[in-house]
Every structure is written in structure tokens, then in C-alpha cells.
């Protein structure tokens, strides 16, 4: 017998007789039922939750907001509950509400209580808190239903939550844009401020200057007022004296005209006498000079005279020392007539001055009179004055003593001001450069940026989901689980009536390859066939959306293959106790494939398991090729699987040479299951 006599020998076995065939079809269908039942149940349940009956109670008595506007959120949420298709929300009282959650009417109930709104409003009081929203389910009605009523009230909350945030932000930055209009302002005055203390604190420096100078020169003033008033004194005590003296000398003067008459008139006549005197001595100082002249000539005269008498020059030059002697004399004698006469004419000179002046004195005698008792009064009124001018001199300096003591002060207090403005000017310039700088960091705002401003803050975040993979719907998410769990699942139910080895070849054959190829490849044909039938309800009844379809359609031949080949393996070594381990090894798989939630959240021991066991790698591989994704993966996976189908069909065909070689208590009475 050859392989493919073998397997349909096996194959004529199953439809032999109607109940055989019944029985061949009912185990056909049982993976069409299992995946495409609940692949269809579970195609788009979020899409049929608007007929999920809840109960909305709304006991919201309202609030005023800030702008004393009666508000009653609670309706407003209400309203736009009952306008989406999130549930199928119904109205009721609270009494209804909690009856309904009870008997089943309602699966859960989202109750608004009566501080609603004056607890959302309270964000902008002095005394913030959050509002509540009261969820009740009642896990006797679904324990979904609790879920769905968490993620309705998170629903509730993030929309409310973004409205009352919106309006809050909105007041909040209502408010910042009016401090920034008021730091401009500020910052304007600031600048303002600044630029008058700099005026200010420029002109205390030239009022500290000022007042030093002041300062400095009261203090020569009060020098200067002291010395006047030490020298008014001085003058005071010399004026008295001048001023007796001078009535003294009034008195005295009382005959100077007459006596200036007289004494002109004599010096006039001392004037004439000494003129006659000085003309006599100018005719005895011309007589003197013409004997002084006739001297030379005369000696002269006497040497020839004496000469011609026969004296010799010995007796002649003693006759000669007499007449030399009295010439010299003359000579000298008409020098000093000569120098008589010019005083005899210096003194007619001078004589006639002093008549000349004595003249003049006489007529500036009277003159001379009143001009003394002019004097001798004024002396007495510069005595009077002198004494006054004392006394305010003394004034003054005291009064210029206290002027530089408070030219002091002022100067000391100018300096201070000069100090107080500089910290001033600092100060003020600081402090529009700070505000300044504080009005550059809050940005001007409209109102309709104001808007987008509260909106944003309100809600910072949008997803912006890009997915490298899309599985379009719930249903389709769990489609390559469900698919390969089918798979397992209808090569378990066909192993039920199709015999993992046939006695006859194994008698007949004596060859283990052949004899196990051909009790693999006849469940391998059926499962196949109930593949084919389930891609075609899932492509064509369910509509689901594939990325690649024959890659879908040949890992579900793969996985139903090389499944085949496991229980198969089982079977050959175990029999009936194999034939239970597939189920075993089916229920292991269904919580390790992590087919419905990541297996790294599967307890350790489970978590250990997801990599060893075959139904991983059929769900991962249809996943990329459901989906779109890595065909690299999937090939990977598909190896994978490959290699667990070639070992799993090693391990029949070593079951099947040991059953050639060794007869076994089972094999004469083989098991009703086997």
C-alpha cells in the first residue's frame, strides 16, 4: 500500500456509513462554529453600546458663578450625555435608579449630587474642592458592566473637567491680561519715576555741591564779618581820638588866615631881600671870576718881568711860590664865590617859592578852616557811625557764625538727600527694568488668543495616534487568537474518530515513514479542508479586512498542519492518555499564546511557557499578515512552526517503528477513545 492508498483508505473509512459522515461533519464544523460564532459576537461590540441601558440621575441644585449667572452643570452634562450614542442613558429619579441597578433594568447608574455645580464652581472661591460623580454597578448584571461604567464616568469627568477647566483658564488669563495692562502701566511710571529721581538725584548733587559751596563760603563770611567787626571796633576806638583831635586842631586854626596873610607877606619880603643878596653875589662871582681868569696870564707877566730883571729860574721860582700861593687862592676863592653865588640864587629861588607858597597858603587858609572843621565833624560822625558800624559788624558775624552752622547742616542734609536719591534713582531704575521685564514675559493676548489659550490649557494633550499596524475592529484583534485556537481545537475533535495509525499498514507496510506520513496527512486534509472553510467565513460573512490573504490563508494551513502532527505524535505514544494531554496542551496554550492580553503580564511560571508552545507563533505570524506587518516575522514564525510540525512528525514515525517492533498491553485491547 502506498501513502495516498492509506489515507484514503482512512478517508472511506470516515464517510462509510451515514452516521459516519454525520459524525465526520459535526467535528468539521466545530472550529467554523468556534471561530466564526465568536468571531462574529465579538466582531464590534463597542459599536453597539448605545443600547446598553443606564440610569442618569441628576440632583444638581445649580450655583452662581462669578458673574452671579445661575448655572446648573449637572443638566448641561446630562443634556450632552443624551445626545451622544455613548449609552443608552435614561433620566431618572434616584429611587428608580437604585431599583433599576437591582432588578437588572439599568446595567449601572451615574448619579450628579446636589453640590455639582457649586463644587466645580468653587475653583475661582477660597475654598476649592472637587466635585463628585457617584458611580453604582452591580456586578450581578455583567461584570463588564462595571468596567463600562468606569469608562463612562472617566468619560464624564475628562468632558467636564476640559469645560470647567476652559472656563477657569479663560478667567485666569482674563486676569493675567489685566496685570499685564496694569505692569504697563506700572512700567511706564516706573520709567517715568526713574527718569524724574535721575533729574532729582542730578540736582541733589548740585544742591550737595551748592550747599557745600554755601557752606564754605559762610564760613568766610562769618571770618570776614569778624574781621569787619574787629576792625569797625578798631575804627570806633581811633575815630573818637581823630574826632577830639581834630576839634583841637579847629581850634587851633581859628587865626591861620590871618597868620598865612602875614606869613605870606613876609616871605615875600625875605623873597625880595634874598633876590637883592643873590644879585650882589652874581657881580662879585663875575669880578672873582675875571681875577680867577687873569691869573695865568698875569704869573706869565711876572716870570718875563722877573726874567728880564736877570733873576735865574731858581730865584724866580722862589719869587714865584708867593704869587702861585695867592693865585691858587684867588683861583679857589672865585670857586667858592661861584658856588656862593649859585646858593645865593638858589635860595632867592627858593625864597621866592616859599613867597610863592606862603601866597597861595594864605589864599587856601580859609579853605584850609573849613575844610578842618568839615573834617572835625565828619571825624565826629565817623566816630558816631564807627561805633554803630561796631555794633552791626558784631551783629553781623554772629549772624554769619549761625549762617555757616546751618550752611553746615544744609550741606551735611544735601549730602544725605544726594544719597537717599541715588538709592532712589537705583531703585526706580531697578524697578522699571523689572517691570519692564515683567511685562516682556506675559505675552499680549485677544480674546480670541485668550480663547485657544484656555482651550489648550484645559486640554494640553492630543493623541495623535499613528499605528505601523491597524487591526480596524475588536473582532479583528482577536481573530488571529481565535483562528488558531480553532485550528488546535478542530484537529482535537477530528482526532476523536480518525485513527492516528492504521493497524493494517502497520502489518502490512512494515515501513514507519510511509505509515506515519499517512496518519498525519489524513487529519492534515480534514483540517485543511475546515480552514479553508473558516478563512471563507471570515473573509466573506464577517468582512474582516486582510493585509495579505494568502498569507493568512497558508499560516492557517501551516498551524492546522502542524497541529495535526502534535496530537497526532500524542496519540501514537500516549493514545488515550495523549488524546488528553491535547486538550491539556490546548487549555495551556490558550493562556500563554497571549492571544487577548500581553503574556508579559501572565504569572512567571505561564510567561516561561509562551515561547515553548506552538499556538505563540501561529498567532504572531497571522497578526503580520492580518495586519501588515513584518514579513520577516511572519517567516520567522512560520519557521518556527515548521520546525515543531517536522519534530512532532519525527516523534509519530519513531512511534510508529516502536509499534512495529513491540506489541503492548494496549495494542490487544486498545481503548474505547483511541
Not at 544742591?207 to 570776614?224: E, R, S
Not at 553781623?396 to 544735601?414: F, I, N, V
Request: contains cysteine.
Amino acid at each position: 500500500m502506498t501513502v495516498p492508498q492509506i489515507v484514503l483508505a482512512e478517508l472511506r473509512r470516515l464517510v462509510a456509513t451515514p452516521m459516519a459522515r454525520l459524525a465526520l461533519l459535526a467535528l468539521c464544523t466545530v472550529p467554523l462554529l468556534y471561530g466564526g460564532l465568536y468571531l462574529w459576537a465579538n466582531q464590534d461590540p463597542q459599536g453597539n453600546l448605545d443600547d446598553v441601558p443606564v440610569a442618569l440621575v441628576v440632583a444638581d441644585a445649580g450655583a452662581a458663578d462669578d458673574d452671579g449667572t445661575m448655572r446648573v452643570v449637572g443638566d448641561e452634562v446630562a443634556d450632552e450625555l443624551q445626545d451622544s450614542d455613548s449609552f443608552a442613558w435614561h433620566r431618572v429619579t434616584a429611587a428608580s435608579a437604585q431599583a433599576g441597578v437591582e432588578d437588572g433594568t439599568y446595567d449601572f447608574s451615574v448619579t450628579l449630587p446636589a453640590t455639582f455645580s457649586a463644587d466645580l464652581l468653587s475653583a475661582s472661591g477660597d475654598e476649592p474642592h472637587q466635585a463628585e460623580v457617584v458611580l453604582e454597578t452591580n456586578d450581578a448584571n455583567g461584570y463588564l458592566a462595571g468596567t463600562l461604567g468606569e469608562r463612562a464616568t472617566d468619560a464624564i469627568l475628562t468632558s467636564v473637567r476640559e469645560s470647567v477647566g476652559e472656563e477657569a483658564a479663560g478667567r485666569l488669563l482674563l486676569a493675567i491680561s489685566d496685570i499685564r495692562d496694569g505692569l504697563v502701566d506700572a512700567s511706564t511710571g516706573a520709567g517715568d519715576l526713574a527718569a524724574g529721581a535721575t533729574q532729582a538725584h542730578d540736582g541733589s548733587t548740585a544742591l550737595a555741591d551748592g550747599t557745600a559751596q554755601l557752606a564754605t563760603g559762610a564760613d568766610a563770611l562769618a571770618d570776614g564779618t569778624g574781621q569787619v567787626a574787629s576792625g569797625a571796633q578798631a575804627l570806633a576806638d581811633g575815630a573818637a581820638p581823630l574826632a577830639s583831635g581834630l576839634s583841637t586842631l579847629q581850634s587851633s586854626t581859628a587865626t591861620l588866615p590871618a597868620d598865612a596873610a602875614a606869613l605870606a607877606s613876609g616871605a615875600q619880603q625875605v623873597a625880595d631881600g634874598d633876590a637883592q643878596v643873590a644879585a650882589v653875589g652874581a657881580q662879585v662871582a663875575s669880578v672873582t671870576s675875571g681875577l680867577a681868569a687873569d691869573v695865568p696870564q698875569t704869573r706869565a707877566d711876572i716870570v718875563a718881568a722877573l726874567q728880564a730883571a736877570g733873576l735865574t729860574e731858581a730865584q724866580i721860582a722862589d719869587a714865584l711860590v708867593p704869587l702861585d700861593a695867592l693865585g691858587s687862592a684867588v683861583v679857589d676863592g672865585d670857586g667858592q664865590v661861584q658856588q656862593a653865588s649859585g646858593q645865593l640864587q638858589q635860595l632867592s629861588a627858593g625864597a621866592q617859592q616859599v613867597a610863592d607858597g606862603a601866597a597861595r597858603l594864605s589864599a587856601a587858609a580859609p579853605q584850609l578852616a573849613g575844610g578842618i572843621a568839615q573834617a572835625t565833624s565828619g571825624a565826629s560822625q565817623l566816630s558816631t557811625g564807627a561805633s554803630q558800624l561796631a555794633t552791626g559788624a558784631a551783629s553781623a558775624a554772629s549772624g554769619a557764625s549761625t549762617l555757616a552752622s546751618g550752611a553746615h547742616d544744609a550741606a551735611s542734609g544735601a549730602a544725605t538727600l544726594d544719597d537717599g536719591l541715588a538709592q532712589l534713582d537705583d531703585g526706580a531704575t531697578e524697578l522699571a527694568g523689572g517691570l519692564s521685564d515683567a511685562v516682556d514675559e506675559i505675552p499680549a493676548s485677544t480674546p480670541a488668543l485668550r480663547d485657544d489659550q484656555a482651550s489648550t490649557i484645559a486640554d494640553p494633550v492630543a493623541l495623535d495616534a499613528d499605528a505601523v499596524t491597524s487591526a480596524g475592529s475588536y473582532g479583528e484583534g482577536l481573530a488571529p487568537f481565535f483562528l488558531s485556537l480553532a485550528a488546535w481545537i478542530g484537529i482535537y475533535a477530528l482526532l476523536l474518530i480518525v485513527h492516528p495509525v492504521s493497524r493494517r499498514a502497520v502489518t502490512a507496510l512494515r515501513s514507519p515513514i510511509r505509515v506515519g506520513l499517512a496518519s498525519w496527512l489524513a487529519p492534515a486534509a480534514l483540517g485543511a479542508l475546515q480552514m479553508v472553510a473558516l478563512f471563507g467565513i471570515v473573509t466573506l460573512a464577517l468582512g474582516f479586512t486582510l493585509a495579505v490573504p494568502l498569507g493568512v490563508l497558508g499560516v492557517m494551513l501551516l498551524a492546522s498542519a502542524v497541529f495535526a502532527a502534535i496530537v497526532v505524535a500524542l496519540n501514537v505514544w500516549l493514545g488515550s492518555v495523549g488524546q488528553f494531554l491535547g486538550l491539556v496542551l490546548m487549555v495551556v496554550q490558550l493562556v500563554t499564546a497571549g492571544g487577548t492580553f500581553p503574556w508579559q503580564t501572565l504569572p512567571g511560571p505561564l510567561a516561561a511557557l509562551h515561547h515553548a508552545m506552538p499556538m505563540t507563533y501561529a498567532v504572531e505570524a497571522l497578526r503580520q499578515v492580518m495586519y501588515g506587518g513584518s514579513a520577516g516575522i511572519a517567516w520567522h514564525d512560520a519557521l518556527v512552526l515548521a520546525l515543531f510540525g517536522a519534530a512532532a512528525l519525527v516523534l509519530v514515525i519513531l512511534g510508529v517503528a516502536r509499534m512495529m517492533d513491540h506489541r503492548t498491553l494496549r495494542d490487544l485491547q486498545p481503548s474505547l477513545i483511541g
